[in-house]
């Protein structure tokens, strides 16, 4: 063993004596005072606080007090459904079949529109009338005339709803597509 192991090893035996040693031997042989918080905090046994204790420091309790409902909740009514029966008028077919195709139009567009939004997201390729109309411009110029005609066959698909109501859904109070 070389002498820097040697005295490596002697420091780590010292520095676990120290460790170890109980408190009352000191090099200076002299106790140190012991105070009530260090004799407390040294026990084993949990510090605990009753009621009582909490009310002496701290004052009682405020008394409980439910909750009020919520005012927005009590309030809100559903919406009423669209009239049922013998007396509504049913939409024509022809109706009926441009409200399907301006829906399937509304999800192809915004697709386009996720597509030339994200480069990562595969093409949805125009139609032939599209493709016509959008040749020579660029990716931006393409986006706003999509936004465009998004907003175009919204509103026509909202002037069919408002005119007919909900045709072919389910569920009438569900949201617009």
Do not use: C
Not at 23 to 50: I, L, Y
Not at 93 to 114: D, G, I, S, Y
């Amino acid at each position: 063993m070389t002498g820097t192991a040697r005295s490596l090893a002697a420091a780590a035996a010292l520095s676990l004596v120290a460790l170890t040693a109980p408190a009352s031997d000191t090099s200076s042989g002299a106790k140190p005072p012991a105070r009530k918080a260090d004799a407390a905090k040294s026990s084993d046994a949990p510090v605990v606080f009753t009621n009582d204790d909490l009310a002496a420091r701290y004052g009682p309790a405020p008394a409980h007090k439910p909750a009020p409902a919520p005012a927005a909740a009590a309030e809100a009514t559903p919406p009423e459904p669209a009239p049922q029966g013998k007396n509504v008028e049913a939409p024509p077919a022809e109706v009926v079949a441009q409200r399907e195709f301006l829906v399937a139009e509304l999800e192809r567009l915004r697709r386009r529109e996720m597509s030339l939004r994200n480069p990562l997201l595969p093409r949805e390729p125009p139609t032939d009338a599209e493709a016509a109309r959008e040749e020579g411009l660029d990716n931006a110029e393409r986006l706003a005339v999509v936004q465009a005609q998004i907003r175009t066959t919204a509103e026509q698909l909202a002037a069919i709803d408002a005119r007919w109501g909900t045709i072919g859904r389910a569920n009438p109070h569900a949201g617009r597509p």
